[in-house]
């Protein structure tokens, strides 16, 4: 059993931050690609940001220069840092990555999600 757990979503005003953390626990031999998606209300999930277990990251247009993708392997941790944010950043984000167990090799698991509220 693997899970990816969300934390860190809230209310914040336009040009606040936050910051959030998704954890991986059960049987993992190990994690490869991370990623963060969130789906606005009414909209369809879409990409945020994505790391490579060697670090390389990818980001959507439209947060980049505000959002940071991060992740600690030693603690099978992914962090967003979301700075800047605004209305449009409204939206449930989900974590994803691709995890290897004992029986099964880089099978795609997702977290249940964590809301985010942009508002004043």
């Known amino acids: 059993q693997v899970q990816l757990m969300e934390s860190g979503g809230g209310l914040v005003q336009p040009g606040g931050s936050l910051r959030l953390s998704c954890i991986a626990s059960?049987?993992?031999?190990?994690?490869?690609?991370m990623g963060w998606y969130r789906q606005p209300p009414g909209k369809q999930r879409e990409l945020v940001a994505t790391i490579t277990r060697g670090g390389t990251t990818n980001y959507a247009d439209s947060v980049k220069g505000r959002f940071t993708i991060s992740r600690d392997n030693a603690k099978n941790t992914m962090f967003l840092q979301m700075n800047a944010l605004n209305a449009d950043d409204t939206a449930v984000y989900y974590c994803?990555?691709?995890?290897?167990?004992?029986?099964?090799?880089?099978?795609?698991?997702w977290g249940q999600g964590t809301q985010v509220t942009v508002s004043s």
């Open positions: 994803s990555a691709y995890i290897s167990t004992r029986w099964v090799p880089d099978d795609l698991y």
């Open positions: 059960g049987s993992i031999r190990s994690i490869n690609n």
